[in-house]
Structures are given as structure tokens and as C-alpha cells.
């Protein structure tokens, strides 16, 4: 199993322009996330999936948007970048209640 | 709302001394809480949780965590760090669901291991 797996890696972007971080997991997993991190702030929920479908606002969902594309994928989209979006962002996964987040390895952005 | 507390950004020790890394949260009812682990560039990884039962957990890497509700603490230790332990540290809390809404994160503590 690959497990989480984020794409791309790293990207740079000027700002006004849109791009889609994508997600997958093959654990089966009915919730994923996106979360992003900051130098000093730790790790930022923006959205999650709580199941097939449904999608939900976080701590910091402004300028983003989600798509639950199927139980699989989870991608988040920015429709218009600026500066303050520069992070890492990460995608997390879990199964049943209770169980351990999975995270993937990160997408490091970069707006000029 | 739910809210962790990691007061050290930076510590440093020695190899083969112990570690003890604090970790305070803020929340209501019986919290879920977590441990993760970054290396640099890397993605995290699970330490150990707490869910409930035994106040003393065992985690991966030699690491444990106690839960100690009257201070609402859950501080991370080993006994003896190695140089390979140098990363920064996550302490996380979950609200009800165990997570299902995702998991409140502390700022992090950075750990230096010193020849």
C-alpha cells in the first residue's frame, strides 16, 4: 500500500493564479483532510471530508476549495493565490473513529 | 473550542540523556490525544494516543506519554534520546468523534540532540 500519496511535491505560483493540490489514499479510509503548516503555527486544519460527499469547513478555510471526488481522492483547490497561501500543505486520511491519522508527505507552495 | 499548548519552541539535550517534552491542552470532555513526529521535509508520524484506560501509554522509537487529567497534561518522554530523535514534535487533541473532525495541533517543539 502506498498509503497517502500527495501530488505535486512542490510548486511555485504567481499570485492570481489557480492550481489543485490532489490527494489519494488506498487504505479505505471514509475521512480525509487538509491541513496546512506554518513556521511557528503548527499544522492548521482547512477542510475535511467526513465521509463520501460531505465536506466541511476547518480553522482556516478562506481562499480554499475542496472536492470529495470519490472515497479515494480528496483535492483542494486554489481558485486565486496570494502570498499569504506559501505553506505546506498536508493531506491526512482515517478510517473508523478513533483511528490514527495517516499523513502523505506534504506539497511545499510557493506564491510570488 | 479545543487548544494545545506546547511551551518549549526549542530544546536541547544530550545524547543519551532523557527527554521530557510538555504538552498542555484546553478541552471540555475527555480528550483524544496524539504525539507526532516530523524529520525535516518529511510528512509526520504517529508517536502514540490516548483514547482512555491506562494513564501511561507506549509508543513507537522507546517513547511514552502520560495523560494526567488534574494537570491536563500529556507529556512525551525516553529515557535515553539518540541523535536520530532530532525533529520536532506534534502534540495533538481530537474533539468528539476521536478525530473525525480532524485534530488540533500544538506549535510544535523543535529537539536538538548534542553530541
Known amino acids: 500500500n502506498a498509503g497517502v500519496t500527495q501530488t505535486p511535491k512542490f510548486q511555485v505560483l504567481k499570485t492570481g493564479q489557480s492550481m489543485t493540490l490532489q490527494c489519494a489514499q488506498d487504505m479505505n479510509h471514509n475521512s480525509m483532510y487538509w491541513y496546512r503548516q506554518d513556521p511557528g503555527m503548527g499544522l492548521r486544519l482547512i477542510y475535511y471530508?467526513?465521509?463520501?460527499?460531505?465536506?466541511d469547513k476547518g480553522e482556516v478555510p478562506n481562499g480554499y476549495n475542496v472536492s470529495r471526488l470519490n472515497k479515494r481522492e480528496f483535492s483542494l483547490r486554489l481558485e486565486s493565490a496570494a502570498p499569504s497561501q506559501t505553506s505546506v500543505y498536508f493531506c491526512?486520511?482515517?478510517?473508523?473513529?478513533?483511528?490514527?491519522?495517516?499523513f502523505g508527505p506534504g506539497t511545499r507552495l510557493l506564491v510570488l | 473550542a479545543q487548544s494545545v499548548t506546547q511551551p518549549d519552541i526549542h530544546i536541547t539535550v544530550s545524547e543519551g540523556a532523557s527527554l521530557e517534552l510538555r504538552c498542555n491542552y484546553s478541552y471540555g470532555a475527555t480528550p483524544y490525544l496524539f504525539w507526532y513526529v516530523q524529520s525535516p521535509g518529511q510528512g509526520l508520524q504517529l508517536l502514540l494516543k490516548?483514547?482512555?484506560?491506562?494513564?501511561l501509554v507506549q509508543g513507537i522509537k522507546g517513547f511514552e506519554a502520560e495523560f494526567k487529567r488534574s494537570q491536563s497534561s500529556f507529556n512525551l518522554r525516553k529515557p535515553s534520546v539518540h541523535w536520530s530523535d532530532a525533529a520536532e514534535y506534534f502534540c495533538a487533541v481530537a474533539a468528539s468523534g476521536g478525530g473525525a473532525d480532524g485534530l488540533t495541533f500544538g506549535k510544535g517543539t523543535h529537539l536538538i540532540i548534542q553530541p
Open positions: 471530508s467526513a465521509s463520501e460527499g460531505t465536506t
Open positions: 490516548y483514547f482512555s484506560g491506562d494513564t
Open positions: 491526512a486520511s482515517n478510517g473508523q473513529l478513533k483511528e490514527t491519522q495517516y
